[in-house]
């Protein structure tokens, strides 16, 4: 079924609608990518839980692994709004493999954007080409939507942190070379807390087991420990204090490319359901002759359309620094993530049976976007989010 692609182009739901000629062939050259080096292999990916290294590397040399760092460092230098259309085509074609190189993205902008001339020139070129892969690490088991109250430690000792602590849920955990750390070397709450990287072989750096999940199984997640981790104090990125706010300007972003790769879900689902439509008889005809299921298509057609709309819209909110953007990127990330779930499970439905059975793609495109309802962010707190927003004066 993941052979046969892309039939759903210059359809309404086509994602080239609206973009411009040089988005559209970036866009292409993804999609052709996801076609070609991913969708053959995501179902290999996630049972054998293969975290596809060579596959991300080849995405990197196409200028995947920054896309959105300055181009002074080796960044593609590339916008949110561009980014979002690539994460959306890739994800067309592995929603979890897509989902972790969005993640390393976000990393690799936080560095290039908040770090020195001394670190972006250390680890943006290595980021870029993703020979250094890179966690995102601010979840704890004692602080997840409340992020601010984490408690993992930096305390300076001369030249260096002593980092004690431990993240939760860390996607990349163990794999990845590179961790970019909140952590408190201040006062209580948000105010207190600085972003810090740490290198894999650091000396007190270790990682616990791989946790099983639902979805999301081409990388793996760990609780990422922390036992008297010394990193020179050259590791801090931007000033001490400011680490809540770069963490969370990393995850405007994110918010947006994780709704985009729910869009690349829900895309290559609905083409899978629209073909299937087509060949599936029951009652003596094609399932496309029967209006509910119809009906059913083109709802999830406008589901998707309307999810593009408001993320680019938050997409380019962000690029162009909108006051409002904070705002317009949590709803979009609301609505793409919660409407991409319900157009996969939709799918799943049209396949009867065989949408439950592993051999078709339809249920691992649901289950791995399944998540993005409850990371990067949980949806209750971009409800929360956008109605601060409404309320405050
Ligand atoms: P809790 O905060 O305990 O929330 C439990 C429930 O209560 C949720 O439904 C939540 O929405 C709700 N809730 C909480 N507060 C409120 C409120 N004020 N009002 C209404 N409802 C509320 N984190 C990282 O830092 N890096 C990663 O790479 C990473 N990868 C992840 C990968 C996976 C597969 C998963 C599952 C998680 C990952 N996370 C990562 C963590 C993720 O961001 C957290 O799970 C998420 O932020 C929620 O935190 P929690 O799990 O502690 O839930
Ligand atoms: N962009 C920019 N600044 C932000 C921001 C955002 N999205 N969200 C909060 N801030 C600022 C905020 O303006 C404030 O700044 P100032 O002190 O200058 O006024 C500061 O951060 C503290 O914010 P609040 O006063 O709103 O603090 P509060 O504790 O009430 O709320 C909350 C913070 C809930 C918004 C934040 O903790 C949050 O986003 N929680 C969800 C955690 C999360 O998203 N985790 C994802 C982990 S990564 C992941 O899952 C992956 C898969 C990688």
Known sequence: PTSR??????????????????????????LDFAAKELAPNMQEWD????????????????????????????????????????????????????????????CAWMVDHFGNDELRSQWVPRLASMDTFSSYCLTEQGAGSDAASLSTTARKDGSHYIINGSKAFISGGGESDLYVVMCRTGQAGPAGVSCILVEKGTPGLSFAKKEKKLGWNSHPARIVNFDDCRVPVTNLVGEEGQGFSIAMKGLNSGRIYVASSSMGAAYAALEQARDYMKIRKQFGKSLENFQYLQFRLAEMATQLVASRLIVRNAAVALDSQDPNAVALCSMA???????????????????????????????????????????EGTNEIMRMLVSRDLLTE
């Open 5 to 30: 692609r892309f039939l759903l182009t210059a359809s309404c739901a086509d994602p080239a609608n609206g973009l411009g000629e040089g988005q559209r062939q970036i866009q292409k050259m993804a």
């Open 47 to 106: 049972e054998k839980e293969i975290f596809p290294v060579e596959t991300m590397r080849k995405a990197a040399q196409l200028g995947f692994g920054a896309v959105y760092c300055d181009e002074k460092f080796g960044g593609t230098g590339l916008s949110r709004l561009d980014a979002s259309v690539i994460f959306e085509a890739l994800a067309t074609g592995c929603c979890s493999t897509t989902a972790y190189i969005s993640i390393h993205n976000v």
């Open 333 to 375: 990330k609301l609505f793409a993530t919660e409407e991409c779930f319900k157009i996969c499970n939709s799918a799943m439905q049209i396949f009867g049976g065989y949408g439950y059975l592993k051999d078709y793609p339809v249920q691992q495109y649901m289950r791995d976007c399944r998540v993005h309802c409850i990371l």
